[in-house]
């Protein structure tokens, strides 16, 4: 059976004699490919351990640190709730991604180019293309403020430096795709130890912090819009590509009890990563909290509370609680800089690979889209210095809070067709509470940046013709984006999916112990876009 785009065969079976109970029917010695057990096992979730340390990046990126700070400089532990939340909203989402790869074979970007017109195929991967370059630019400048912090390196010459530094580590790839993952999982693990100790240095007050964790609430002015911020800051566009194509780069059986054992495992591993991002949410907010809300700040750390960014922080903390907290905090902001400027390549691949065809070489593609990142942030940073530096990661989470319903939507839409998901859609029930969950994202982002939009246009001190005209465009505009969103939603699917999975009695392949199994080979060509393959596979 062949069911691959790329021409690569997705099901090879034995006529032999040999058993296929517990053994992969495709017999490799290339130990780059992960290869799933066939066999009724909790070891096998190890196999899937991986993906969801890559996805959890995007949770705790440069871009979620700098909220994470405001929220808790100016509402000590009263937000916490908000993170908890939309962490659960986020594995249901990405569980979402998970199971849309696993069960058709195919990731969301291919999905969309087989499902949609050639025309709305192309702005969606436009669009697809500046979510990951506004993602990329906190992680630039967060980049630049650590090595300011730790060296003393001027941020734009930081700016400069971030290029090459993720360049050196996806030269990391040539030596597998689980040594890639192993770095990623050990760099996550290094952020959450800097933070867990900052927590033993800011000595958060236990019950407040799990007060603020299990009661809503939205005490004062702005609370509102910073808890919106949070939300919005949680859930990236580019992450649900990224988790869709990174299941792929498994080879699993391709049998009833396979695919779901694959889900099952899929989701509690990436319950497991996002579980770890949560807890580092949870700290930067109770340590920013703690320390700003400390009754011995002088009057220079109280102003810095008042509008705390990733640089003002590091300066906060050395003040208030020592030059060792700095450190800290520097070295957790290095690491999830680079770490997310690594996924953030592999979602641009996956996304240039499923809706255009098209697969550029990974230094290639991180250049490209390095380049596009570091040439606003470098001239913000020279012309505005750490201050201008900061204020374009905000403009960056709002973008990238605009190009949200155009990843969702789809994903929401394609989950839930039978067409493409066979006996494997989601239930009314899952459907009932995944549309709601993505309505509230999607209608808590729209109302973000209308409410910004219209603040834009009161308070100004321009000439009356040109708020006019910028209202006249920007109304416009959004009345543009309302339609398109419509479009996705009410379009109907057309496209059904060449199911991978197994759902009748007649695609069973029986040997002759009367054992069901039957192997997919992983995507060869998502696994050459994570890693180089030093031989040619041979297909048994």
Known sequence: MMGSNSGQPQFIASTGNRSFSNAPLIQNADTNQIVVPDRKSWKNFFAYMGPGFLVSI???????????????????????????????????????????????????????????????????????EIAIVACDIPEVIGTAFALNMLFNIPV??????????????????QYGVRKLEFLIAFLVLTIAGCFFAEMNYAKPVASEVLDGLFVPQLKGNGATGLAISLLGAMVMPHNLFLHSALVLSRKIPRSVRGIKEACRFYMIESGFALMVAFLINISVISVSGAVCNSSNLNQEDQDSCEDLDLNKASFLLRNVLGS???????????????????????????????FLDLRLTPWIRNMLTRCLAIVPSLIVAIIGGSAGAGKLIIIASMILSFELPFALIPLLKFTSSKTKMGAYVNSIAVSAITWIIGSLIMGINIYYLMTNFIHLLLHNHWELVAVVFLGIFGFSGVAIYLAAIAYLVFRPNKEATHLLALTSENQHMVDDAGNTSMYCLPREDIVSMQLPQRRQTEDI
């Open 156 to 173: 734009w010459i930081g700016v400069l430096l971030t290029g090459l530094s993720t360049l050196v580590l996806l030269a990391l790839q």
């Open 58 to 128: 995007a949770y705790i990126d440069p871009g979620n640190f700098e909220t994470d700070l405001q929220a808790g400089a100016q509402y000590k532990y009263g937000l916490l709730w908000i993170i908890l939340v939309a962490s659960c909203a986020a594995l249901v989402i990405q569980s979402l991604a998970a199971n849309l790869g696993v069960v058709t074979g195919k990731h969301l970007a291919e999905h969309c180019r087989t499902e949609y017109p050639r025309g709305p195929n192309f702005v969606l991967w436009v669009l697809a």
């Open 324 to 354: 060792w907290s700095s450190k800290l905090f520097a070295v957790a902001l290095l690491a999830s800089g680079q770490s997310s400027t690594i996924t953030g390549t592999y979602a641009g691949q996956y996304v240039m690979q499923g």
